[in-house]
């Protein structure tokens, strides 16, 4: 099993390699320069690959690596909806599961929001990133790594 992590927008890669490891499961870290991967260059578990600063470089990338089954960490709505085509699981850094059942309707929210933004509107940001955002990753997290080695 392994975790693919969109790390340019995630605030708890160490805690995804703390379950992985307990787990055992392989944890590869996608995100272009500016977010420092290198500092996890020497954990036993973890891979990195470093992408351009190009828009979508790091969701490109994901895309072509994830199988089936595996796990895939995002913030992007739309990078997940992909990946859940392809039969894999994404997990916001939030812990929300995404699913085939509503995501069509969070890609359309997005897809409205998107607009009133071009149109000079403004639209409400994410709320802080808390300690309860972070337990629930560790935990959805935990329910499928851990259900798939015990199982």
Do not use: W
Request: proline share 2%.
């Amino acid at each position: 099993m392994r975790v693919i992590v969109d790390a340019d927008a995630c605030p708890a890669i160490s805690n995804i390699i703390k379950v992985a490891r307990a787990c055992g499961a392989q944890v590869l870290l996608v995100g272009n320069e500016t977010q420092n991967l290198r500092r996890f260059k020497d954990v036993k578990n973890v891979t990195i690959e470093e992408v351009a600063s190009a828009r979508d470089a790091a969701d490109f990338a994901i895309m072509l690596s994830v199988r089936a089954d595996e796990v895939v960490i995002t913030n992007d709505i739309g990078l997940a909806a992909m990946v859940l085509a392809k039969g894999a699981h994404a997990i916001s850094p939030r812990g929300s599961f995404y699913n085939n059942a509503t995501i069509e309707q969070e890609l359309f929210i997005r897809h409205v929001k998107q607009k009133v933004r071009r149109a000079g509107g403004r639209t409400k940001g994410p709320s802080r990133y808390i300690e309860d955002d972070r337990e629930r990753l560790v935990e959805g997290l935990k329910k499928i790594l851990c259900k798939r080695k015990d199982g």
